[in-house]
Nanobody, 129 residues
Framework: DVQLVESGGGLVQPGGSLTLSCVAS????????MSWVRQAPGKDLEWVAG????????VYSDSVKGRFTISRDNAKNTLYLQMRSVKTEDTAVYYC??????????????????????WGQGTLVTVSS
């Protein structure tokens, strides 16, 4: 069975840092692009960042560009999201997911669950003083 298991969420102060992890199993992780998608309380899903399975450059939403870094370790089947200079508006449940479409297409940076093959259960990040 396919599994994506996120971890690393928690409470962090504004301006602080946090690193999220997503361990994948049940599929050939290295051949899939991966994304982080978040959902703030009472709001819609928001695509955050994406990394291809190969050597392509990562991509980011404008809201996190310059503050977050997505990376992956294909040998460990693990996706990461390093969060720096966090803001209260970064408070959300963060999901890792496998996009159906390339990042060059709008659907590759989608806010719709249907545009992803697999989802994790999410990890909650709360930014508060």
């Amino acid at each position: 069975d396919v599994q994506l298991v996120e971890s690393g969420g928690g409470l962090v102060q504004p301006g602080g840092s946090l690193t999220l992890s997503c361990v994948a199993s049940g599929f050939t992780f290295s051949t899939y692009a991966m994304s982080w998608v978040r959902q703030a309380p009472g709001k819609d899903l928001e695509w955050v960042a994406g990394a291809t399975g190969g050597p392509g450059h990562p991509v980011y939403s404008d809201s996190v560009k310059g503050r977050f870094t997505i990376s992956r370790d294909n040998a460990k089947n693990t996706l990461y999201l390093q969060m720096r200079s966090v803001k209260t508006e970064d408070t959300a449940v963060y999901y890792c997911a496998t996009p159906r479409y390339e990042f060059d297409l709008p659907a590759g940076r989608s806010n719709r669950r249907a545009d992803y093959y697999y989802w994790g259960q999410g990890t909650l990040v709360t930014v508060s003083s």
